[in-house]
Every structure is written in structure tokens, then in C-alpha cells.
């Protein structure tokens, strides 16, 4: 006797280009959730431009700055704890106490390191702070987002995406407007500011939902080790995000803090280019990496291995023109090159709520945060050794050839990269009752 269609149905593969999900933009709780990002990510936008050019303007130093710069990509060692944390106990545990510790050391930082003949080791102590502070909240509210939109998960996910990259824009455009008027200590200050939105947009009663102890996640014991080892499980049950980290690895070095700051380094050293130049070079990096991620988030299907293929040849190819001596070509190629690095960046975020079920998101999340993470980390301490002992021409020469090096798995892989996509929640899975 033949089966039952419905099982029939069941076995045959969903790709992940067949699914689709309704836009969340209807949704007021969405609107109201992405205004309170948007305002806050400006203000990081802001805080990410104006710091480093300020340590540049203090200490002349390009190793201090790059010192600086490991802090955003070090707090990744710490998203494998984070995400068995917001698993175990829910996104909320970290939201708050990550926006209170952020903006406190903020406050401490901008009242200690901005004075005329402040030492440089509050920024610093209060930097890092305000990284790990960012790490837990930022790791509370994107992966709470499958548990408050579960209707459309990833497309939630994408524009949000997209909206980061905007302000982006905006950050680097503040900082060449109103450098004039305020100063790196005004800008700084329109962060701590900017850390009151996302508060107003929980208490409007837009936050990820309580959750009771036993209610999903890790919950029945062996502690976050036993998490730990869970979020290595799943990964192995999903050869496409294997195949695609190892291909990523490259990118990440090559397309991280370390670089940027190695551009803007070479913007003002080598050519002399005036901080407002810099910052208006800085729009154009931002704006080609909101086309970068539209071109991503913006599609209805994932063809995943097509745009890591163009992402990394694009970036590969930009890199190589980057160690140009003419500063045309030079910062053509390098708002080129961000412009992919946005696409694959983007890319990477999407594959893991695609291929991921919600209530394992945190412990998936913090282990490819954490295998993704330690080159970006080694980026900014690798930089300036190369850049010192090579050039600067010669490293981005050497970055390019290193990221057109992730082609060879990419093409010893192509036909392992699974299409079909795991069981997605409901909405009673995904939002516990």
C-alpha cells in the first residue's frame, strides 16, 4: 500500500530558496522595535568613528588605535556564554543588565579618558566595558527577535540587518557635520544619550517574552558546558553553516577592524587627507554596505553559495587594488571591498536563523560568534606587525590573495552545501506559552 501524501510531503526537501516569509513592517511592535535600534545604533555608529579618530588625534599611535579596535571583536569569546545564558533563562537576562553596565561605562569613560592631559587607560578599561555591556544586550535583543516576530524570523532578522547598515551611514556623516561644532567629546557624549532609546522601546512593552525555567532551551541540567556541547552538536547536524564558516574564516581577517583602521591609517599618514575627508570616505564605505546587505536581505530567495562566491572574488579582487599608490584607486577599491564584506557579513547572520531552530539560536549563535570571532580578533593585533614589517601596499596585497584562498573550499565543497532546511517552529514553540 502506497504512503499517505501528507508524508510523501514530508519527505520532500524544502530548499532553503523555496521559503519565504511575510514582511515584517506591518507589524507595529516591529516599527516601534526597529526605531529604538536604529536611534541606538547611530549613536554606536557614532562612538565606533569618533573614538578611534580621537585616540589618532591624542596619540598619533597607529598601534594604540588598533589596541583600541580589538575590544569590539574580543567580546566575541564571550557569545558562547552569552548565548547558553539567553537559551537557559530567556533574551530578557541580558537586555537590561547589558544596557545598564554599557551606558554606565560610557558615562565613566567620557568623564575620565576626554579631558586635555586624561590618560589613555580609561579609554581603554571603560571601552571594554562598554563592549561587553554591548555583547550582552546585542546578543539578548537579536536572538529574542525569533521569539517576538516567530511568523518571520529571518526577514525580521534581514531588515534589521539592513538597518544597521544605515545608521552606519549616518554615524560616520554625524561625525564629519558636527565635528566642528561639538568635537570628538560632544560625539561621545551623543552615544550615552542615544542608550536611552532602546529602554523607552521596553518600556512601551516591546521585549522579548517572559520565560518560565522549564520553558524551552537547556533547561534540564549539565549546566552551560553541557550547552556548550549541545550548540557543537547542532552545528555538526548542519553541514552548509560548517562549510561556510570555513570559507568565511579568510574574510574576517582580511575585512574586519584591523583593515579598516590600516585604511584609515594610510588615509591620513600616507596621503594626508583631512578627519572630515575621512569621515565623508567613511559615507561612502557605510553606503556601499547598505547595498552590500539589501542586495542580501532584500531578495526573496537565500541562494547562500552564489552570493559567498561573488562575495568572496569581489573582496579578494578590491584587496589586490588596494595596494594601488594612487588614492583613487585606493578608496574606489576599499568602498568596493566593505561593500561585499557588508553582503557576506549579513549573509552569515542569515544562514544561522535560517538553518536553526529559535530555542537553540543563543548556544548555535555563540559558537559560530566564537569560532567566527577569533579572526576577527586576530585581525586588528595582526595588522599593524604586517603593516610594520611588509608596508601597507604590501599587506593589502597579501589580504587579497588570502581571501581568494576561501575559494578552494568553496569549490572542494560546492555540491556538500545542503540545501534542505530543518523543521521551523510554530508560533507555540517559539513563544512559550
Not at 523607552?200 to 524551552?216: I, K, S
Not at 595582526?382 to 568553496?410: D, N, Y
Request: proline share 8%; glycine share 10%; with cysteine.
Amino acid at each position: 500500500m502506497s504512503p499517505p501524501a501528507e508524508d510523501d510531503a514530508a519527505r520532500t526537501p524544502v530548499t532553503a530558496a523555496e521559503r519565504s516569509e511575510p514582511s515584517p513592517w506591518p507589524d507595529r511592535r516591529f516599527q516601534v522595535f526597529a526605531a529604538g535600534n536604529v536611534v541606538n545604533n547611530i549613536g554606536e555608529a557614532v562612538y565606533t568613528v569618533a573614538l578611534p579618530l580621537f585616540v589618532y588625534e591624542r596619540t598619533g599611535s597607529l598601534t594604540v588605535m588598533a589596541l583600541l579596535a580589538v575590544l569590539t571583536p574580543a567580546t566575541l569569546l564571550l557569545a558562547p556564554v552569552f548565548g547558553v545564558v539567553v537559551d537557559r533563562y530567556g533574551a530578557r537576562v541580558l537586555v537590561v543588565p547589558g544596557l545598564l553596565v554599557q551606558a554606565a561605562a560610557a558615562v565613566a569613560l567620557n568623564l575620565t579618558g576626554l579631558a586635555a592631559r586624561a590618560p589613555v587607560w580609561p579609554l581603554f578599561v571603560f571601552g571594554a566595558l562598554v563592549q561587553i555591556g554591548g555583547a550582552a544586550y546585542r546578543m539578548g535583543w537579536m536572538t529574542g527577535v525569533a521569539h517576538m516576530f516567530p511568523d518571520n524570523p529571518v526577514r525580521s532578522r534581514a531588515s534589521l540587518g539592513s538597518l544597521y547598515q544605515v545608521t552606519n551611514v549616518v554615524g560616520p556623516l554625524l561625525v564629519s557635520a558636527a565635528l566642528l561644532w561639538t568635537g570628538y567629546p560632544g560625539l561621545l557624549w551623543f552615544n550615552v544619550v542615544t542608550f536611552l532609546a532602546p529602554i523607552a522601546v521596553w518600556l512601551a512593552g516591546v521585549h522579548p517574552p517572559r520565560r518560565r525555567p522549564a520553558d524551552g532551551g537547556d533547561r534540564d541540567g549539565g549546566g552551560p558546558v553541557a550547552g556548550l556541547a549541545d550548540g557543537l552538536r547542532l552545528m555538526r547536524a548542519t553541514p552548509v553553516l560548517l562549510h561556510a564558516m570555513l570559507v568565511f574564516v579568510p574574510m574576517l581577517l582580511v575585512g574586519t577592524a584591523g583593515t579598516l583602521t590600516l585604511s584609515l591609517f594610510r588615509l591620513q599618514h600616507d596621503w594626508e587627507l583631512a578627519p572630515r575627508t575621512v569621515g565623508l570616505v567613511l559615507v561612502a564605505v557605510r553606503i556601499a554596505g547598505v547595498l552590500g546587505t539589501v542586495l542580501v536581505t532584500e531578495r526573496r530567495t537565500f541562494p547562500f553559495r552564489r552570493i559567498v562566491l561573488a562575495g568572496t572574488v569581489g573582496m579578494g579582487g578590491a584587496l589586490l587594488l588596494m595596494a594601488s599608490g594612487s588614492v583613487h584607486v585606493f578608496v574606489a577599491a576599499m568602498v568596493v571591498m566593505f561593500g561585499f564584506q557588508a553582503a557576506l557579513a549579513v549573509a552569515a547572520d542569515l544562514m544561522v536563523f535560517r538553518f536553526v531552530p529559535a530555542d537553540a539560536l543563543g548556544r548555535v549563535g555563540g559558537t559560530v560568534d566564537l569560532a567566527l570571532g577569533l579572526p576577527i580578533l586576530a585581525g586588528p593585533l595582526v595588522v599593524p606587525a604586517l603593516a610594520g614589517t611588509l608596508g601597507a601596499s604590501a599587506t593589502f596585497l597579501a589580504f587579497g590573495c588570502l581571501e581568494l584562498a576561501g575559494l578552494l573550499w568553496l569549490a572542494r565543497t560546492w555540491r556538500q552545501w545542503a540545501p534542505t532546511a530543518p523543521h521551523t517552529p510554530s508560533r507555540e514553540e517559539a513563544v512559550p506559552v
